[in-house]
């Protein structure tokens, strides 16, 4: 299971608790006694797997939990992440498959830690979910019922979240958030990154043609909350109780919410293609799938459609250049910070070089085809 932190902010500390301090912490935060614990890889905060010695509530509460320990730019913000788990806490209600967010002996779903790290005192919030089963989608054959389910399950998320009330829903618009799809003139700040290349130049054009082309339809788009980041390491897949088509797997979790910012419809579609296509190796066919999937619960206007091309691009250049900044910042994690350049670059050059028109008669007429009752061909049923 990933931890699923999927992303680098530009200047934060991260925390470097030990695996003895993060254990301690558990027990005189939580009350539980910690059996195991090993470390989860993640960006820029810090996640342990936590194995207790006895469940809590009786014999079927869970063995298994994930510690989330935030950087010191992210703990000065405890409304936002207690925000964070009152919806991760009514999508599970929902019957979505969120963990459940552990409450502090005294009674709260967070906790500020002080420690000194050696560098002066630093504050870290600390919070404890339920681990969930299953592997992340990255690591298993995905095909087109499964890509079909993740855009069903993408915009499901989005329409509940309507539904979803709270005093301080505002802090959500989050105006200079460097990962909403909105703010992609703010990467401008971060291209030099790359250097000088034919991948800064590809970038550059998205920037220019969002501005020209995505800034002002804004307004035509439909509004809604976002998770953000459904990315191949946030989605949870295992075995299927009752095998769907031909699909041996089935969603078993969504993790990190922490890039929820409000956005659109669109955004969510386009993200989760993006995301999808990264392993596929026949990427062109995937965004069809994930459409379809996604249009069976909301339908896009002909405005929103008429963004797709743009906005997944654009997504890969977020992606991309935050991932080479950040690995100028730190480099000791850059294996894990490039996951996704591996295959992004290759993949934003294809679509460039096949251009909009192109890609978009695929992604169309493998939804459409759907309509009748059957899934297009042009994706192998292991395209990993």
Not at 13 to 32: D, I, R
Not at 256 to 282: H, L, P, W
Not at 353 to 379: C, H, M, N, R
Request: charged residues 20%; proline residues 7%; glycine residues 6%.
């Amino acid at each position: 299971m990933s931890s699923g932190d999927a992303h680098p902010s530009p200047a934060l500390a991260k925390p470097t608790f030990t695996e003895p301090q993060a254990s301690a912490l558990v027990e005189s935060v939580f009350g539980f006694k910690v059996s195991k614990i090993q470390p989860l890889p993640s960006y820029d905060d810090q996640n342990f797997h936590v194995h207790i010695s006895h469940p809590k509530d009786g014999a079927d509460s869970p063995l298994e939990y994930v510690l989330k320990i935030s950087n010191t730019e992210c703990s000065k913000n405890a409304e936002l992440i207690e925000m964070q788990n009152e919806i991760i806490t009514f999508l599970k209600a929902a019957g979505f498959p969120t963990a459940s967010v552990c409450r502090t002996k005294g009674d709260s779903t967070t906790s500020l830690m002080s420690i000194d790290s050696g560098s002066g005192i630093k504050n870290h919030l600390v919070r404890l979910m339920t681990y969930l089963p299953g592997r992340p989608i990255a690591e298993v054959p995905v095909g087109p019922p499964l890509l079909y389910e993740i855009g069903r399950l993408a915009a499901k998320l989005d329409k509940t979240l309507e539904t979803f009330h709270h005093p301080k829903l505002s802090l959500l618009h989050r105006e200079n958030f460097i990962w909403n799809l909105k703010n992609i003139p703010l990467l401008e700040k971060f291209v030099d990154a790359l250097g000088h290349n034919r991948n800064r130049e590809i970038v550059e054009q998205v920037i220019q043609l969002f501005k020209q082309e995505i800034l002002p339809r804004l307004s035509h788009f439909r509004e809604c909350l976002n998770h953000g980041d459904l990315n191949d390491h946030n989605i949870l897949v295992e075995p299927s109780r009752v095998p769907f088509g031909d699909t041996p797997y089935q969603v078993s979790g969504v993790l990190d919410f922490g890039d929820m910012s409000f956005g659109y419809y669109v955004f969510e579609a386009a993200i989760t293609i993006t995301y999808m296509m990264i392993e596929s190796q026949n990427p062109l066919h995937v965004g069809g799938h994930v459409l379809a999937g996604f249009e069976s619960v909301i339908p896009l206007t002909a405005v929103e459609r008429g963004a797709l091309f743009l906005l997944v691009c654009s997504r890969f250049s977020q992606s991309l250049v935050m991932a080479a900044h950040s690995c100028q910042l730190h480099p000791e994690n850059e294996e894990y910070l490039m996951i996704t350049a591996k295959t992004g670059w290759k993949h934003l050059q294809l679509m460039f070089d096949i251009g909009q028109q192109a890609v978009e008669e695929i992604w169309f007429q493998t939804a459409k085809s759907y309509e009748s009752g059957l899934p297009a061909p042009g994706l192998d049923q292991s395209s990993h």
